[in-house]
């Protein structure tokens, strides 16, 4: 009688334990080709070679983790079947089975988790073998770090090497010139670069892009580009290198950043990309061929915003022009600060009127000019503080017989100029103002400013500023009070007209109406803005019965635009109604409050980096390129304090990398040693 399985003749010669009964020899051979893990056994069974290594380890063993049929192809038990095409598909079908498809999961982790095993076994060898070079090489490592953190010269390397070396720590022989300092400030710039970057990769974290364009010191234009994203939920602010700028136009401005991006691995796969901001240049913001709106032309759901820290200084020097009495006393103390600032004599005589007067200088600066509000505030409040000292020393001027009729006259109209009522309270009117300025000033400047808190920010000053015109500001009462009480301010007589009080107030109405005018119109409620809002429990209303549904559209709409399924936008309404409670924010209300801490508000951060670009290309190394520069700004910008920085990491890349270590050999033309002149040896 026939068995079950028919059974195909074989060629003589051939094994029969080579290839199950159901098929031939060719035909096995041919089914392995694109099914390498197919075997078979000494019975002549099919078997799974995958599966049988998984099972061997005692992974899928319990019960409902396997379909019917596939652990008979991990143990080489499968049942016979009538022909090779009904074989063929039985395995077929365990191929396509969750259950060989979970083997093959499980058996890749496990050779990559051998990978990773050896790997590291491996540097742990290394690490071992080499570590007097790893220690001597940290310590060079630590230095040029600190060069390049401190903004010393790569010359002041080898001089700062020689000191340990004195204080009898060891530090090899090697590494020890300015261009081995710049290697290394470039080496350990780009590996921070790439965490950077990996980073953002592997956690798929939404980033934002804000830049600006300025010409250093050797007049190379560059762009400044700095990175803002999540890193444990909080939303930081990387500097992420300086781009040359060949042409400035909008269209090679762009190029230029997204070659950058690109180079660094930003490709246009990443789709994280949300936001843009810069200062309110044409080039950058220009409504028709802007950098921002060739931006947003190719990437669409990228947010475009326009510096609110330049916006806050546009406000404040657009209310100036309109108000002629202060730009009058811009120009008044844009003259002190020329009488002081350019004549030696002028500021021993202030000083020495300060010592007189007991008074503590501060600098008068220029206002209302290119720098920020704070240094406006900061100016006035050096005029006021300074009146008694400047005032004695304009009087003494006035009658100096040794100066020119030309200046005693100068030195005369100023000293009459100060004596004014009207100027004295126009000052301390204008540091209360410029005090509020400067509040929201400083909050734009900040990397935690966001869209959530701008708005109630921005209506904060404008209420305060309201009150300001309606009433009398804390440096404004002191001066009124004080010339009621003896007509005079720090001590010092001051002369009043009838009509000064009305003009006085006329003045006031007008500068603090105009201030608000043109915060309102430079700072337009967009829908971004007026919907994040409402995460903000400062722009909440106190009725109970509005509360309830207060912001549920507006977190619709936030929601639906950040991508969010219509499932995660009902649960992040219902977190919104618990944290209007008082109830901590759920898991997906704080995933869109992070979201949206993500968006730039502010490029503040640009001007600090061009000042920081400042402190390393000075005068005296004016030659430095781009490149090096923006290693330098990477490590001084992005590092950390030298005494929490760990160099392992960065040693160790180097040396695998092929670079020398700090105990090779020296090869090639010694140094020469530095000698003492001989009027030095008098010292020795």
Known sequence: MPSQASTIDQPEGVENKQFPKECSLEQ?????????????????????????????????????????????????????????????????????????????SVLKQKQKNALVSGLEIAQSLFEEREKDSIEATEKIFRTAYECAHSQLSFAEHSRLVTLQQRNGVQCGDLLQSDHACANIVEHIAKQMRSEITKHIIEQKTTFAVMIDESTSCANDQSLIVYLRTLYEDTACVYFFGLVAVEQATADAILTSLLNFLHVHGLTDDI????????????????????????????????????????????????????????????????????????SPKNQRGLEAAAQQTNVHLLKVQKVFDVRWVFSSFISVKALLRDFEALHVHFKHAASDMSRTSTERSKYQGLLTKMKAWLFV??????????????????????????????????????????????????????????????SKF???????????????????????????????????????LQAAEVLNPQSWPTDVVQLALFGDTEISQLSKSLGFSSVDIADIIFEYSTFKKGCAAGQKLKKLMNLLSVYPISSAVCERGFSQMNLQQTSLRNSLCVETLSSLLMISVNGPPLVHWNPRRYVLSWLQAGHRSALDKITGVARKPHECTLSQKLFL
């Open 28 to 104: 096995f051979k041919s089914w392995q080709k694109l099914r390498p893990w197919l075997s078979v056994t000494a019975n002549r069974n099919v078997k799974c070679t995958i599966c049988a290594e998984v099972g061997s380890l005692g992974v899928h063993t319990q019960i409902g983790q396997h379909g019917e049929g596939d652990n008979s192809f991990a143990t080489g038990s499968v049942n016979p079947a009538k022909n090779a095409k009904c074989l063929l598909k039985k395995i077929d079908r365990h191929r396509k089975s969750q259950y060989h498809i979970s083997c093959e």
């Open 425 to 486: 309270a126009e000052a301390a009117m204008l540091k209360d103002a410029l005090r509020e300025l400067k509040n929201l000033s400083l909050y734009f400047q900040r990397d935690s400013a966001s869209v959530v808190d701008a708005m109630t920010q921005i209506k904060v000053a404008q209420d305060r500023l309201l009150a300001l015109k309606e009433t009398e500001g804390k440096s404004l009462k002191k001066v009124v009070s004080e010339f009621k009480a003896t």
């Open 271 to 342: 789709l994280q990309l949300v936001g843009f901001c810069s200062d309110g240049a044409s080039t950058m913001m220009g409504r028709i061929g802007g950098v921002a709106t060739l931006l947003q032309k190719k990437y669409d759901k990228v947010q475009i915003f326009h510096c609110m820290a330049h916006r806050m200084e546009l406000a404040v020097k657009s209310a100036v022009d309109d108000v002629n009495i202060v730009s009058n006393f811009r120009l008044f103390v844009d003259s002190l600060y020329k009488v002081y600032s350019m």
């Open 490 to 528: 720090r001590r010092v007589d001051i002369c009043t007209n009838d009509n000064d009080q009305v003009k006085f107030n006329n003045l006031k109405l007008q500068f603090h109406q105009s201030l608000i005018d043109n915060i309102c119109r430079r700072f337009p409620a967009t829908t971004l």
